[in-house]
C-alpha cells in the first residue's frame, strides 16, 4: 500500500505518530489501511513506572515499519524526516506538554492539530514559536493525543492572565532562549553536568522523600508523586517525566544560575518578578542555601555521587561552593567524608 499522494505533508518538528494519526483520518485512507496505521497502546512495566513503545522516536519498531509500507516512503527518509533533535527525550507515555496556540493554528489553517517533537524533550518548557509556556494533557496519551490536547483546550476555561503574570511568562522565555544561546559554548562535560542537575533538581516525591528542589521554589501547584517508586536513582530518572513545565523552568533557572550562564541580577529580577505573583523564587544571595539534594542515607549519597560523575571545581565557584555545602551538611553527617564531588 502506497499512499503517500494521499497523504497530507508532516508539520515542521511533527512527530511521526501525530503524522500517521492525522493520515488515518483522511477519507481517502480506507477502514483496512486505518487499523494498520493506528496501533493500540499496550502500557509495559520495566521497573516502578508504566510505558509504551515509543511510537515517535524508535524507527526499527513495527509501528514505524508500517509507516515505510503505507506512505511508500525509505526508512531513510522517515527517520531523517521525524528524529528528534536530542536524546534527552520523556518516554511516550509521558509525552503530555502542548502548546494551545500550535493546535489552534492547525485548525484554522483548515488542518487536524499535530505534536511536535520540540514539547517531547526532557528539557522543554515553552514553544519556540509562539513564546509560550507549554500546558499539560490531562488523560494518558494515546496516538490521538493531539486531538485530545486541542478538545481539552476548547473546553478549558482560560481567565486571561494578568500583565504581571504576562510580564512573568515573556521573561521566563527571554531568559531560557537567552540560556540556550549560552549553552553553546560549555564543553560536552559542562551540558551533561547542566542535564544531570537538571534531573536531579527536579527529583519526583516518593514515600521516602520530598520532591525536588525546583518544585517548591517556582511555585508549581502540584508535586508529582510515584507510589511505587522506591529508590532514590528512580526518582531522579522519572522526575522530569512527570514535572510540569513551571517546576522545569525552576530547574532550568537553578542550574544556569550555578553554572554561571545567569548572572545575579537576571537571578534577582526572575525572584522580583516572580514574587509579584506570589511564586517564591529565591535570590541570588539565597539559592545556593535553599539547594538541597534529597540524600537520605549512605546509598543515596553514593549513587548521587556516581550519577553526577567527574566534573571539574573551580576553587570558589557557585558549584564549588554547592558542593562543598553538600560535603559539609550532609556527607558529614552520613559518615561519607571520603566522597568528594568533582575535582579541584
Not at 26 to 35: A, L, P
Not at 105 to 119: E, H, M, N, T, V
Amino acid at each position: 500500500m502506497k499512499l503517500l499522494s494521499q497523504c497530507v505533508s508532516p508539520f515542521k518538528d511533527e512527530t511521526l505518530s501525530s503524522w500517521l494519526y492525522r493520515i488515518s483520518l483522511q477519507r481517502k485512507v480506507i477502514d483496512i489501511n486505518r487499523v494498520i496505521i493506528l496501533p493500540k497502546v499496550k502500557i509495559l512495566w520495566d521497573g516502578p513506572v508504566p510505558h509504551s513503545i515509543d511510537f515517535d522516536f524508535d524507527f526499527s519498531s513495527d509501528f514505524a515499519k508500517n509507516a515505510l509500507l503505507i506512505t511508500g516512503l525509505s526508512s531513510k527518509v522517515i527517520t531523517k524526516t521525524f528524529a528528534p533533535q536530542t536524546h534527552k527525550l520523556v518516554s511516550w507515555a509521558r509525552r503530555t506538554l502542548f502548546c494551545k496556540s500550535c493546535l489552534s493554528a492547525d485548525i484554522a489553517s483548515g488542518q487536524l492539530p499535530g505534536w511536535r517533537k520540540s514539547w517531547c524533550y526532557r528539557e522543554s518548557v515553552h514553544c519556540v514559536y509562539h513564546r509560550e509556556e507549554l500546558v499539560s494533557l490531562e488523560q494518558a496519551p494515546t496516538i490521538s493525543k493531539s486531538w485530545d490536547a486541542f478538545v481539552q483546550n476548547v473546553h478549558a476555561m482560560h481567565p486571561r492572565p494578568t500583565i504581571n503574570v504576562e510580564r512573568l511568562s515573556l521573561l521566563c522565555f527571554n531568559l531560557s532562549h537567552r540560556i540556550s544561546k549560552r549553552k553553546k559554548e560549555c564543553s560536552l562535560t559542562e551540558l551533561e553536568l547542566f542535564a544531570k542537575l537538571f534531573d536531579v533538581f527536579l527529583m519526583a516525591r516518593t514515600f521516602r522523600s520530598r520532591a525536588g528542589v525546583a518544585h517548591y521554589t517556582f511555585g508549581s501547584r502540584s508535586v508529582p508523586f510515584l507510589e511505587r517508586v522506591t529508590s532514590y536513582a528512580d526518582s531522579i530518572k522519572y522526575g522530569a517525566e512527570v514535572s510540569g513545565a513551571r517546576a522545569k523552568y525552576g530547574s532550568l533557572f537553578m542550574v544556569a544560575y550555578l553554572m554561571d550562564l545567569l548572572t545575579d541580577r537576571e537571578i534577582d529580577t526572575i525572584a522580583n518578578v516572580a514574587g509579584v505573583v506570589n511564586i517564591s523564587f529565591p535570590s541570588s544571595e539565597s539559592i545556593i542555601p535553599t539547594i538541597y539534594f534529597g540524600c537520605c542515607d549512605v546509598s543515596d549519597y553514593e549513587y548521587l555521587h556516581g550519577f553526577l560523575g567527574g566534573f571539574k571545581r573551580i576553587p570558589g565557584s557557585k558549584i564549588d561552593i554547592l558542593f562543598a555545602r553538600l560535603e559539609r551538611d550532609v556527607g558529614q553527617r552520613i559518615f561519607c567524608r571520603d566522597f568528594k564531588f568533582g575535582s579541584r
